[in-house]
């Protein structure tokens, strides 16, 4: 007679484990979706940016690239993502070798406190300095993506403006 009970209980078991895991499931599904953002926040139409010059200078063991850059928009703007190609087309993130974007996570900030500093007509003039051991050996183009603080349910978050971007060819900027 026990024979036959021993089964059962074990399929009970079975059928407990499986209920767990998919109630288990279904909670952590509606807390994830929780901390997935809707829509991703958009910069205002009007943000704009101009290369207005790009100057390379060699020196002993590496070589400089000076940018200029004009807010030729409506907004004001926090900083820009910037990334640089070499022939082979390879693009890599050139953000740490200036001293505005050493540590902010792959981006050139103008200020540390999360505002928008550089107005509309301004310019600023960054300094990137490659040495030998720098991953590109020569910078072809430069594309660089805008980026501003603006307030969302009463934070500041970052927003890419990614409409805005620019991409310019660079002549003679090379380790020589």
Not at 31 to 47: A, H, Q
Not at 110 to 117: A, Q, R
């Amino acid at each position: 007679m026990m024979k036959g009970k021993k089964g059962i209980s074990i399929m009970i078991g079975y059928v407990l484990l499986i209920s767990a895991a998919i109630v288990m499931s279904a909670f952590v599904y509606k807390w994830m979706k929780s901390y997935v953002p809707k829509e991703s926040l958009k910069c205002p139409e009007g943000v704009s940016v101009f290369i207005k010059e790009i100057k390379c200078e060699n020196f002993t063991g590496g070589f400089t690239m000076n940018i200029t850059l004009k807010n030729t928009g409506r907004f004001n703007i926090g900083g820009y993502f910037i990334h640089a190609s070499a022939d082979t087309g390879k693009s890599i993130d050139i953000s740490p070798y200036t001293p505005y974007g050493k540590g902010k996570g792959g981006s050139v900030m103008f200020s540390n406190f999360g505002e928008n500093p550089l107005k509309p007509n301004e310019e600023i003039t960054l300094v990137f300095n490659f040495s030998s051991g720098a991953p590109l050996n020569e910078i072809y183009s430069v594309d660089i993506i805008p980026i501003r603080f603006q307030i969302e349910n009463n934070k500041k978050r970052l927003a890419s403006c990614g409409d805005a971007r620019i991409r310019e060819t660079v002549e003679n900027c090379a380790f020589r």
